[in-house]
């Protein structure tokens, strides 16, 4: 089977991480031909490249609404009718409209279909770019009704995207993203460790990783650490990629006011931004964690959550649909723009050590048996291979 994988978007962040997870995973599939189109930047994913690969780079993934437009309509369609594949596997949201070749089509942009973010966020935006996120939404609406499959990472995901389209169940599926399990198993847990910090020394050592942006919330964590910090008798302290001082973070629009709360007392001495990065030094992240928190109020999966369940940690996460499908039982939650009940939350997963154990035990049985690169390749084959295609409804 010729597998057409349209990944141009997959420049950073989760979806760069999801491209790598994926490649992995078809490198092993030698009885088929994948050929891919992806951003200059993501050479290295397809290092010792196999046979079954054919590589094409584009930055069409770094351009404009309107630019990108043409691009997905005119000229990948004219690649579609020049490969001849079996199937158009479309990771960044918009499809062909007029595929010549059955599409599966995974939408994975939370953001515009969001309704804590439409509340919180959408109305601070700029009116060019509020008009720009209704466009991109309404295109990505405008795909999901044109594509053969429509593939979500969590069913929460689906459900969003229903809000603003109506889509046959029968030609939907919702598909879970893999996670690569930690390098050693036989280490032992955070969880299952006594509380020693490091960062700095006595600290309990938590961790957000993410790439800055505005639905990322951290605002709301940053509010949370001189209340986590008031007493002396437990100090904590936050490493995090979601930094806001990134040269990329500038385009968002709380990218001023978290900087200048990162720089408050109470909130500096107590908060190291690192990054944004990936691969050995996130995971090192999650090995020199105690706590994993993420706010994040708009995800169509989040990766770090199910990476961070995989290494065992306990995790305390912003009360959404999408956070509690992954994580289940186990993660605390708090109410998503509420700092004090974040800094409870975390206070209580500091000061038991039972919940400890049990949320990181529960979070590496779910990551190890729900989330697996094996699996979900396989369902996406699955409906390549499918007589009926498009007319019967999958789900994990």
């Known amino acids: 089977m010729r597998i057409l994988v349209n990944a141009v978007s997959a420049k950073m962040g989760g979806a760069s991480t999801y491209l790598r997870g994926l490649v992995r995973e078809c490198a092993r599939l030698t009885e088929h031909e994948f050929i891919w189109y992806v951003p200059p930047g993501a050479g290295e994913v397809f290092r010792n490249c196999p046979a079954h690969f054919s590589i094409v780079t584009t930055s069409a993934g770094s351009l404009r609404t309107l630019r990108r437009l043409y691009w997905d309509q005119v ?18 949201n918009f499809a062909v409209l007029s595929c010549p070749a059955r599409q599966v089509l995974l939408v994975t942009q939370s953001v515009p279909f969001c309704a804590v973010w439409l509340k919180e966020v959408f109305p601070r935006k700029p009116l060019l770019s509020r008009l720009e996120t209704r466009l991109r939404r309404w295109l990505i609406c405008l795909s999901a009704k044109r594509a053969d499959v429509v593939m979500t990472p969590t069913r929460a995901m689906l459900e969003d995207l229903g ?119 996130t995971r090192a992240i999650y090995r020199g964690s105690d706590i994993f928190v993420f706010p994040s109020i708009a995800e169509s999966f989040g990766l770090p959550l199910a990476e961070a369940m995989s290494f065992g940690l306990p995790v305390v996460a912003a009360d959404t649909p999408v956070n509690r499908e992954i994580c289940c039982e186990a993660a605390v939650y708090f109410r998503p723009m509420d700092a004090d009940d974040l800094a409870e939350a975390v206070r209580r997963v500091s000061e038991d050590a039972s919940l400890r154990e049990r949320l990181g035990c529960e979070g590496r049985r779910i990551a190890r048996e729900r989330f697996r690169w094996d699996e979900h390749v396989r369902r996406i084959l699955a409906v390549a291979e499918s007589a009926s295609g498009g007319e019967r409804c999958c789900a994990a």
């Not at 709380?254 to 944004?276: I, M, S, Y």
Request: include cysteine; hydrophobic fraction near 40%; aromatic fraction near 10%.
């Open 75 to 92: 000229t990948f369609r004219k690649i579609v009718r020049e490969t001849s594949p079996d199937l158009v596997f479309s990771t960044g």
């Open 163 to 281: 809000r603003f389209v109506a889509l046959d169940a029968r030609r939907t599926l919702v598909n879970p993203f893999g996670v690569e399990p930690p390098s050693s198993c036989l280490a032992p847990a955070p969880c299952q460790e006594t509380l020693i910090g490091a960062d700095p020394s006595g600290a309990v050592r938590l961790s957000y990783v993410s790439l800055y942006a505005e639905h990322k919330n951290l605002n709301t964590l940053l509010k949370a650490m001189p209340v986590l910090n008031r007493s002396p008798a437990r100090r904590f302290f936050l490493k995090t990629t979601a930094n806001p001082g990134w040269e990329g973070a500038k385009w968002a629009c709380t990218h001023e006011e978290d900087l200048a709360l990162a720089a408050k007392p109470g909130v500096a001495q107590w908060v190291q931004f690192v990054g944004p990065f990936g691969g050995r030094r």
